[in-house]
């Protein structure tokens, strides 16, 4: 059974640090895209980050220099590293499987089929 299971995440002052990480039973990592995802109360769900089985890296704008999307395949874990953390970063956030070794649409969550628990991070002014 494929299955995502989160961990990290918590509160911090902007300017702060947190962490992700996402380990995976089922299948390997190494060889799908893999994507973290942020859905704050009221707004749609949102592609923060995505690495493909090549370790090719897309992030989205509102991250990018901020934000570390990062695997460790021996330990078939997903991680994200999250510094400079505004009150905007404050949301549930969560890791996902594609349903390839490419990322075809990184930031699109319909490109994603099996979804982690979510893990909350929020950042206060």
């Known amino acids: 059974q494929v299955q995502l299971e989160e961990s990290g995440g918590g509160s911090v002052q902007a300017g702060g640090s947190l962490s992700l990480s996402c380990a995976a039973s089922?299948?390997?990592?190494?060889?799908?895209?893999m994507g973290w995802f942020r859905q704050a109360p009221g707004k749609e769900r949102e592609g923060v980050a995505a690495m493909d089985s090549d370790s090719v890296i897309t992030y989205a704008d509102s991250v990018k220099g901020r934000f570390t999307i990062s695997k460790d395949n021996a330990k078939n874990t997903l991680y994200l590293q999250m510094n400079s953390l505004k009150p905007e970063d404050t949301a549930m956030y969560y890791c996902?499987?594609?349903?390839?070794?490419?990322?075809?649409?990184?930031?699109?969550?319909?490109?994603?089929?099996?979804w982690g628990q979510g893990s909350q991070v929020s950042v206060s002014s």
């Open positions: 996902a499987l594609g349903g390839g070794f490419a990322c075809y649409t990184p930031l699109n969550p319909d490109e994603y089929h099996v």
């Open positions: 089922g299948f390997t990592y190494s060889s799908y895209c």
